[in-house]
């Protein structure tokens, strides 16, 4: 339910995000999503507060695979991931095998946190697509 809600936070273009003068969360934008959205969201704050902790306290190799994810579910624009995946039609291949080994193990809602559904065996293609991209970063192809 939370990446349901906050999913659709993104697509009405508000952001979610943490203050830092006071390290709570703020919404960007509110009077672009629904009030039904809203009050959902009021209803599950805590949830949606925990869950953007865990993204935040997320190492480098799981943020980028979490904004692949968000990127590829249509909640999140990233361009930057976009160019990554035009580059090499391997990416997409490798992130296809990430996603099939997610749903044998489960996985069957992009509303669910997928990292409930992760094994070694996509821990090792979710290895390989970072060490990809940061080649590409390095690269600095557009």
């Given at each position: 339910?939370?990446?349901?809600?906050?999913?659709?936070?993104?697509?009405?273009?508000?952001?979610?995000?943490?203050?830092?003068?006071?390290?709570?969360?703020?919404?960007?934008?509110?009077?672009?999503?629904p009030k039904p959205i809203l009050d959902d969201a009021a209803e599950i704050f805590d949830d949606i507060d925990a869950f953007l902790l865990s993204?935040?306290?997320?190492?480098?190799?799981?943020?980028?695979?979490?904004?692949?994810?968000?990127?590829?579910?249509?909640w999140l624009i990233n361009?930057?991931?976009?160019?990554?995946?035009?580059?090499?039609?391997?990416?997409?291949?490798?992130?296809?095998?990430?996603?099939?080994?997610?749903?044998r193990n489960g996985w069957v809602n992009t509303g669910q946190d997928w990292r409930e559904f992760e094994n070694s065996e996509s821990d090792k293609i979710k290895k390989e697509i970072f060490e990809r991209a940061v080649s590409f970063k390095r690269k600095g192809v557009k």
């Amino acid at each position: 339910m939370v990446l349901y809600v906050l999913s659709q936070i993104w697509k009405f273009g508000a952001v979610i995000e943490r203050d830092k003068s006071d390290n709570q969360l703020a919404l960007k934008n509110h009077l672009k999503v629904p009030k039904p959205i809203l009050d959902d969201a009021a209803e599950i704050f805590d949830d949606i507060d925990a869950f953007l902790l865990s993204v935040e306290g997320m190492k480098p190799v799981d943020r980028f695979m979490w904004n692949i994810v968000a990127h590829s579910a249509g909640w999140l624009i990233n361009k930057d991931i976009e160019n990554f995946f035009k580059s090499d039609e391997t990416i997409v291949g490798l992130f296809h095998d990430y996603t099939v080994i997610l749903a044998r193990n489960g996985w069957v809602n992009t509303g669910q946190d997928w990292r409930e559904f992760e094994n070694s065996e996509s821990d090792k293609i979710k290895k390989e697509i970072f060490e990809r991209a940061v080649s590409f970063k390095r690269k600095g192809v557009k």
